[in-house]
């Protein structure tokens, strides 16, 4: 397929597109919506794999989030599950990626300060998920592939790690997947030489407080280079407006850059044609 725009973050290969993935996908296809399908744990990973193996126009993202390192328990906007742990194994997810050409970053994986399990301090948690995190950098530096980052109320910390790996010499090349930090924050990554991807989020209306000046993700759009932008979904998280609170999808993800192209006051067409080539540049996609 040749697409318009590539969902630099879907999770086709989660349990929510059980019954319907194909479906899904198709739909994504038939409106001209690539996508790259990111694993969180080593099942949904090879599930990953299996996709891009099955199909033209799907790269897979292999890793662990920082939420399934301790059990726990997840509300994540109306979709709610108990996280499993597990324990990050570098030898699986090598021979994962040496599996197939199509493993394009490693990742899901990062700091995660929000959802914390019960029953274990936050230091303890803290120095797990950086452990966890430096030792995926390391396996993305190894093979040589991109690293996709999921960062949520520990932005200092991420930011401290790769500038800590950049002065030792160690160029890791990456995206921010789900930005929602600040202009500040935004800049210190983009300093790294990482791209900003941005999800549905920036869709949804500002709160009270903003209203008056506007989201405040609408400045950070507008402070991130065209060429440093990347759109996701993230789904089925997060649909962006104005399919807010149903199972989001990759084909949706044309509202997002539909609504990026605008705050950065750019053609659709211009937008969708760069950020489909940030996407293929930072991911080597074929
Ligand atoms: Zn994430
Ligand atoms: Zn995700």
Redesign the pocket.
Known sequence: MKPILIDAHSHVNFNGYKKDADEVIRRAFDQGVAMLAVGSQLSTSERAVDYAERYDGIWAVIGL?PIHLFEQFVDEEEIQFKSRAEEFDPDAYRALAKRSKKVVAIG?CGLDYYRLPDGVSQTEVAAKQKEVFRAQLDLSLELGLPIMI?CREAHADVAEILEEYAAAGKSVRGDI??FTGTVAEAERYLKLGFYISFTGVITFPPRAADRAKGSPLDEVLRTVPLDKLLVET?CPYLAPVPQRGKRNEPAFVRYVAEYAAKVKGVPFEEFAAQTLKNTKQLFSLM
């Open positions: 989030h899901e999921h997947h789900c993230d």
